[in-house]
């Protein structure tokens, strides 16, 4: 069931039987709709709205109130959005919505200078003694989309989460947090779905109305190799393709070219890099798909002279799976892809994340359209979307102790 109230606010509500309800309240904002001085303000935000509302002017009366209710509310910052999720016991559904409606609402940013002292241990979980960011991921995609937003990292610089005030998420807020921008997507034992809906939307009425923000597209990326020398026991490694968008219609097929590679041990990466070699503990595959845009990354933890053996072996991996894929693999990737979507039906939470973030987006995709699509998937549309994507530019790269020519070896995979 879906609504749009007039702030223009789209709720969403879908009845599942188990004993709890989910909320996820989420909004178009992330590190990519963030300038370079910005960057980190949205993630900051969304770690003041646990900080108390004018109700419950803090931190302990929010976490209070929701605990009383047999609730857990959690969120998370993303590239491209933020979301806040609620999980209660169905019967308190009601109450539960309202106090969510508050804390979006009615915050009160009290007690930064305690919170940035918590982003600050966030933020060096990523940096050496020296002050340097020697997260992999982070490197990657700053080195796959440059100065672009898109390559910014979501926590932010500490210098910028020092700086920002009261003033500075206020105006993040006023600017990103409004009905046009956000939804609220509501999942799990709802024995009244308009009535529940009534309820949020008088939770949520305060919300401006607003605008979306326009989106600026990154450029082509070229090719990259990107290196950090750290002295841990093991390096990080990572190899980025680009990828496609949401809304490209060969999105499922990419999907499914991702279990392909990556859902098991059965499956392709782990086989030659683990089971076949014992390079690696573990290696992984997997596409960022985003609103204009995306990327395809392989990755693994290695040992420091095991760099480019995995790195040319996650590559051929790559540039061959269209000339040998099977249709064994694709029916095993489409049946896993499938019971998944099952599994949601015993996850209220999941499942509200799920119709949200496709409602966020625009998207159309339910559970049973998602099942037919899958369905449609053919072996020529893996060969094709792999030869589209695995032929294309390539960044790796690595946080590490290489030798010299290591990196000239990296770097010639890159480019050639």
């Not at 005030?165 to 024995?191: C, E, F, K, P, Q």
């Amino acid at each position: 069931m879906t609504r749009t109230l007039g702030n223009g606010l789209r709720l969403v509500a879908t009845s599942v039987e188990v004993q709890t309800v989910s909320a996820s309240f989420l909004v178009k904002v992330g590190s990519r709709h963030e300038s370079a001085r910005d960057n980190g303000l949205s993630h900051f935000l969304e770690h003041m709205f646990f900080r108390g509302t004018e109700r419950l002017p803090s931190a302990y009366e929010v976490s209070l109130a929701i605990e009383d209710l047999g609730g857990s509310f959690s969120a998370a910052t993303h590239t491209d959005f933020t979301t806040y999720e609620l999980t209660i016991p169905y019967e308190n559904a009601a109450h539960g919505l309202r106090l969510l409606g508050e804390i979006v609402t009615t915050p009160v940013f009290e007690n930064i200078d305690v919170e940035k002292k918590i982003l600050k241990e966030e933020i060096l979980e990523d940096l050496d003694e020296d002050g340097r960011d020697i997260d992999v991921d982070n490197i990657a995609r700053r080195s796959f989309f440059k100065a672009h937003p898109l390559g910014q990292p979501i926590t932010g610089p500490l210098d910028n989460v020092m700086r920002f005030t009261r003033a500075d998420l206020r105006r993040h807020m006023a600017t990103h947090y409004n009905a046009t921008n956000s939804v609220l997507s509501v999942s799990g034992r709802i024995a009244d779905p308009e009535g529940l809906l009534d309820v949020a939307a008088r939770a949520f009425s305060a919300l401006p109305s607003g605008v979306v923000m326009p989106l600026v597209p990154p450029t082509s990326t070229g090719t990259g190799f990107a290196y950090v020398d750290d002295d841990g026991s093991q390096a990080d490694l990572r190899l980025s393709y680009p990828g496609i968008s949401l809304h490209d219609p060969r999105a499922m097929a990419l999907t499914l070219l991702g279990r392909i590679l990556d859902d098991g041990m059965s499956t392709r990466v782990y086989r030659a890099i683990v089971d076949q070699r014992g390079l690696a503990y573990d290696a992984f595959a997997g596409e960022d798909n985003y609103e204009d845009c995306g990327a395809f990354d392989f990755g693994a933890t290695i040992a420091h002279e095991s760099v480019v053996e995995v790195a040319s072996e996650l590559r051929k991996i790559a540039e061959t799976v269209a000339g040998d894929v099977t249709e064994r693999e694709l029916d095993k990737a489409r049946r896993r892809f499938l019971w998944d979507l099952r599994l949601m039906l015993d996850d209220d939470a999941e499942l509200a994340e799920f119709y949200g973030v496709n409602t966020l987006f625009g998207l159309k995709d339910t559970l049973e359209s998602s099942r037919r699509e899958a369905e449609r998937v053919t072996l020529d549309d893996i060969r094709a979307i792999a030869s589209a994507i695995f032929t294309s530019e390539l960044h790796i790269a690595v946080v590490g102790m290489l030798k010299e020519r290591d990196k000239n070896a990296l770097r010639s995979f890159a480019q050639s």
